[in-house]
Nanobody, 115 residues
Framework: QVQLVESGGGLVQAGGSLRLSCAAS????????MGWYRQAPGKERELVAT???????NYAGSVKDRFTISRDNARNTVYLQMNRLKPEDTGLYYC?????????WGQGTQVTVSS
């Protein structure tokens, strides 16, 4: 079993910054991908950013050049630095981990950007 614990969400004005963290624990294989998804009210969950074990990253077009994903393999932690936030970035942000055997999700951390 894998546990994911997110932190760092909150309320921020448009143009501000937030940093999300997600720490993984439990039965974690040495090779896994991690990332972030988000879900706004009334919308489907969408990919925000992911990172492979080798450090390759992938971003949604709407966040590229504003968000940066990074990982600390020693701490089994992934981060999402979010800059120049916009009201449309508001949503519940979920941490995601993928390994052989399945995908795992965190409980979500709320990000609210006021205009």
């Amino acid at each position: 079993q894998v546990q994911l614990v997110e932190s760092g969400g909150g309320l921020v004005q448009a143009g501000g910054s937030l940093r999300l963290s997600c720490a993984a624990s439990g039965s974690i294989a040495s090779i896994y991908s991690m990332g972030w998804y988000r879900q706004a009210p009334g919308k489907e969950r969408e990919l925000v950013a992911t990172t492979t074990p080798g450090g390759r990253t992938n971003y949604a077009g709407s966040v590229k050049d504003r968000f940066t994903i990074s990982r600390d393999n020693a701490r089994n932690t992934v981060y999402l630095q979010m800059n120049r936030l916009k009201p449309e970035d508001t949503g519940l942000y979920y941490c995601w981990l993928s390994r052989v055997g399945g995908d795992y999700w965190g409980q979500g951390t709320q990000v609210t950007v006021s205009s």
